[in-house]
C-alpha cells in the first residue's frame, strides 16, 4: 500500500503576489521559489480568504470562510471611522476540526513552527492537533525584532544576533531530518516574515542599496501621498502608496526567506522525501503597500494589505507533488485559501467528518488533470478598517468578474479583472444585469454564513472637523 504523502505547507506573511521573481518582480530575487514553480504548479489567480492576516490563516486550517467563523479581523484589530468595526471572535474555536487535528487522527505527524496569531494560549497549536509547536503564540509579528534575543516564550533564545527566519528554518529541518519514517509529515511553516519590522541581514540590505542604484530606482518617486486615513486614530495621517519595488531591506528579507526555503527543500532531497511531499508555497494576504512604511508594491494589482482590491487578496501559490503535478504547468482558475483542507485530506486519502462542513472545494481536479472543477464564486468579508487605510468591505469574484460591496456609504464597484487586473475601471453604471446578479450572489452568501456587518458610528465626524 502507498503511503500517503508527506505535506509541508509553507505560509508566508504580507508576501504579495509579485513580491517572488517568477510571478514578475524585477527587483527581488527567489531563485528558490522559482525553482518550485518549475517543479510543479503556478497558480495566477490565486486569493487569500481575507486581506489581513488571522482570519485566512483560520480558513486555512478549518476551511470555512472567516466569516462563518466569525473571525473576520487580524486578531487584536480594532478601529471606527464613519462606521464602527463589526465584532469578531478572537481565537480560533477548539470546536473546530483543524487541519492537524484531521491529518493526526489519520495518523500524520503534525508540526507547526512560526506564526500563529490565532488567539491566546489556551487556542495555541498544541490545542489544535498539532504534536509539536515552535515559535507559535499569539503574537502577529516578532515583537522584539527578527534578531535575537527574540524574548518569544516557546523559542529558546539563539545566539545574539541570530535571524529569526534562519531558526525557524533550523527548527524545521531538525523536524524532517529525525522524523519517525514509519508516519507520513504535516509540516505547517510559517514564517513570520516578511511582516513588519521591516529587518534583515546587512549583508544582503548593503547588495540591494547597490542594486537598487545599479538600476536607478533610487532616483525615482518612490511614494505618491494619497487621501487622509478614514479612522479616528489615524486621521491627522495620510496614506503613502509605494509605487515600485524599491526597498532594500524588504528585498534583503526577500532573499533571505527564499534561501531558507531553498535550505528546507534541500533537506527534504537529502533525506529522501522531496518526491513524496506535496509542497504548497502561499501567503495570508497581499504587500504592504499603503502605510506603516509601506515596503513594497504590488503593481499591476491595485492597493495591498488591508484593502478588497487585489492587490490585498491574490497570492503567490505554487504547488508541488512528484508525479501527481505536471513540473512547470500552471493555473488561472480562482481558487482561495479555503481550498487547502480539502485539497490536503483528498491527497492524504482522508474524508470530512460525518456532519462537517467546509466552504472549500478540493483542488486536485486542477492539480492532476483528473475530474472536473466547477465553482460559480468566491467570496470575501471585511467588515473592518484596515490599518492600511482601507475600509470595511465585501468582495465577490465569478469568473473574470469582480464586485466590491464598500459598507461606509452602501456603494458598488464592478470590474472585469482579464482586461483590467489593476481595477482601475469600474463597470457597475454599464454592466446593470451583471452588477445585480453578483449582488444577489454576495447577499446571499452572507446570509448564508451569518457574516456580522458594521455599524454606523453616532460620533462621526468627530467634533472640530
Not at 49 to 62: F, G, Q
Request: net charge negative.
Amino acid at each position: 500500500m502507498n503511503r500517503p504523502p508527506n505535506i509541508l505547507f509553507i505560509l508566508i506573511d504580507d508576501m504579495g503576489w509579485r513580491d517572488v521573481s517568477c510571478y514578475g518582480s524585477g527587483f527581488y530575487e527567489t531563485p528558490n521559489i522559482d525553482r518550485l514553480a518549475a517543479r510543479g504548479m503556478q497558480f495566477s489567480d490565486a486569493y487569500a480568504a481575507c486581506p489581513v492576516c488571522s482570519p485566512t490563516r483560520a480558513s486555512i486550517l478549518t476551511g470555512k470562510y472567516p466569516a462563518r467563523l466569525g473571525l473576520t479581523n487580524w486578531i487584536g484589530g480594532n478601529a471606527r471611522g464613519k462606521l464602527i468595526d463589526a465584532p469578531y471572535v478572537r481565537h480560533l474555536d477548539l470546536q473546530e476540526v483543524s487541519l492537524a487535528t484531521a491529518l493526526r487522527d489519520g495518523g500524520y505527524s503534525t508540526w507547526h513552527v512560526g506564526k500563529w496569531h490565532l488567539g491566546p494560549e489556551q487556542y495555541w497549536p498544541e490545542h489544535h492537533g498539532f504534536d509539536v509547536n515552535i515559535g507559535g503564540c499569539d503574537w502577529g509579528r516578532p515583537m522584539h525584532g527578527y534578531f535575537s534575543p527574540y524574548k518569544l516564550c516557546n523559542l529558546s533564545e539563539g545566539p545574539e544576533g541570530e535571524y529569526l527566519t534562519d531558526r525557524l528554518t533550523d527548527e524545521a529541518m531538525q523536524l524532517i531530518r529525525h522524523h519517525d519514517a514509519s508516519r507520513p509529515f504535516f509540516l505547517h511553516l510559517s514564517h513570520y516574515a516578511v511582516h513588519t519590522p521591516i529587518q534583515a541581514p546587512q549583508h544582503l540590505v548593503e547588495k540591494y542599496q547597490a542594486k537598487a542604484k545599479a538600476m536607478g530606482l533610487d532616483e525615482l518617486p518612490a511614494f505618491e501621498e494619497g487621501d487622509h486615513f478614514p479612522t479616528e486614530h489615524k486621521r491627522h495621517l495620510r496614506i503613502k502608496r509605494r509605487l515600485l519595488q524599491s526597498d532594500p531591506v524588504y528585498a534583503a528579507m526577500v532573499e533571505n526567506l527564499d534561501w531558507n526555503i531553498g535550505r528546507v527543500i534541500e533537506t527534504l532531497e537529502q533525506t529522501g522525501q522531496l518526491d513524496n511531499t506535496l509542497i504548497i508555497f502561499t501567503s495570508d494576504n497581499g504587500g504592504l503597500a499603503t502605510a506603516e512604511g509601506s515596503p513594497t508594491c504590488n503593481a499591476p494589482l491595485a492597493e495591498g494589505k488591508g484593502w478588497m482590491y487585489d492587490g490585498g487578496t491574490r497570492e503567490p501559490l505554487i504547488v508541488c507533488w512528484n508525479g501527481h503535478v505536471q513540473p512547470g504547468s500552471s493555473c488561472d482558475v480562482p481558487v482561495t485559501s479555503t481550498d487547502f483542507y480539502p485539497t490536503l485530506l483528498e491527497a492524504a486519502g482522508l474524508s470530512l467528518r460525518p456532519a462537517q462542513h467546509v466552504d472549500g472545494q478540493s483542488l486536485m481536479p486542477l492539480l492532476t488533470g483528473h475530474g472536473t472543477f466547477d465553482r460559480e464564486a468566491i467570496f470575501w468579508h471585511y467588515p473592518h478598517y484596515g490599518n492600511q487605510g482601507g475600509s470595511p468591505a465585501a468582495a465577490v469574484r465569478a469568473g473574470d468578474w469582480k464586485l466590491i460591496q464598500f459598507f461606509e456609504d452602501e456603494r458598488f464597484e464592478l470590474y472585469d479583472l482579464r482586461n483590467d487586473i489593476g481595477e482601475a475601471h469600474d463597470l457597475s453604471g454599464s454592466q446593470p444585469d451583471r452588477l445585480k446578479h453578483l449582488q444577489g450572489l454576495l447577499r446571499q452568501w452572507q446570509h448564508d454564513v451569518g457574516a456580522r456587518l458594521p455599524e454606523v458610528n453616532p460620533e462621526w465626524p468627530p467634533q472640530g472637523n
